[in-house]
Every structure is written in C-alpha cells, then in structure tokens.
C-alpha cells in the first residue's frame, strides 16, 4: 500500500472514529436487566394464553353439544338435502330415440334397446322419479344429464316412451318418488 493508500486508510478509522465513538457512555451494559422489570409482560402473556385455552376448551365443548345433538335427530333427515316435494312438476318431454348398442351415458350407465330411464340436466344420477302420462305412472330414474334434443327438459328412453304412450314433445307431469312409491 502506497503513501496515498495509507493517507485514505487513516482517513476511513478517523471517519469511524467519528461517526461510532466507543466511550464508556456508548458501550454495551455488562450487567443483566432485572428480572422483575419484565414480571408484568410475563404475567400479561400467561393471562393470555390462559384465556385462549379456555375459549378454546369452550369451542371443544359446543362442538361436541352440536354434534350429540345431530346424532340424536332422526338419521335420514340429517342425510336428506332438501323436503321431497309431493307436488306434481310439469315438463315438455320426447324420446331420446333408439339407443345404440351398450351407448354409455353421461351417468356411467349403459343403455341397452329395453332400459326404463330418464334424462334430465340438472338432477343427479340415480334420483328416483315418477313420471305420468294421462293415467300412466312410471317409477324411472335419472340415467344420463345430457340431453339429446334441444327445447325439452326431460327425455326417456324409446321403451319408457312407448310405455308412456309418448309421441315427438309433449308436456308431461313428473315428481320425486317418495317410500310409498318406491
């Protein structure tokens, strides 16, 4: 390091010299902090933590007045998702046509030329419905969700049609099917 090298060298301890003096009034303290200067945060932690353990205990024990009581309802209103309706709904119906050999539906079924079903875009598969045709009812269920022809709301298979007495699209009445029905 040359005269110039040194010169800055001196130069950069003297700004830090400056800048951080180490006097005693500056230095680090070698005593530790008393502990009772931090007793009232201490205590002020533990009241918390007591406090959300009993809120927490309190939820525990709701839950699982919540969840007896479920149990002693009756089981299959706790399963069922809604009131079946025992009214009669109205829908423009028609035959979705022949079926193809084994045509898969949307359902996961298989169609064969004799199946009894019905398709419908909104309800689940396998939903049990009854289906009437002037003096004719039909206990069927939803077979597929994919309708073939376009400006209906339900479809049956060619042999529910027929057992129907179904000719192109005409307004039909369906409901859900309820224990008495099947």
């Not at 009034?25 to 931090?38: I, K, L, N, V």
Request: hydrophobic share 45%; with cysteine; charged share 20%.
């Amino acid at each position: 390091m040359g005269a110039v090298g040194a010169w800055l060298e001196r130069g950069r301890h003297a700004m830090i010299s400056r800048a951080f003096p180490f006097t005693p009034e500056f230095s680090a303290p070698t005593t530790r902090p008393d502990p009772q200067h931090f007793r009232p945060v201490i205590d002020l932690v533990a009241h918390r933590l007591l406090v959300l353990a009993g809120v927490a205990v309190l939820a525990g024990l709701i839950a699982l007045a919540v969840v007896e009581r479920r149990s002693q309802d009756d089981g299959s209103a706790a399963l069922a998702g809604a009131t079946t309706p025992a009214s009669w709904n109205t829908a423009f119906a028609g035959s979705r046509g022949q079926t193809g050999d084994a045509q898969r539906t949307t359902c996961g079924q298989v169609l064969a030329g004799a199946a009894l079903g019905v398709t419908h875009p909104v309800l689940p598969c396998g939903a049990k419905i009854v289906l009437r045709n002037g003096e004719t009812q039909v206990l069927s269920e939803i077979v597929d969700n994919a309708l073939v022809e376009p400006g209906r709301q339900l479809e049956v298979t060619e042999a529910l049609a027929r057992i129907l007495g179904l000719k192109g699209t005409s307004e039909i009445e369906w409901r859900f099917a309820t224990e008495a029905t099947g």
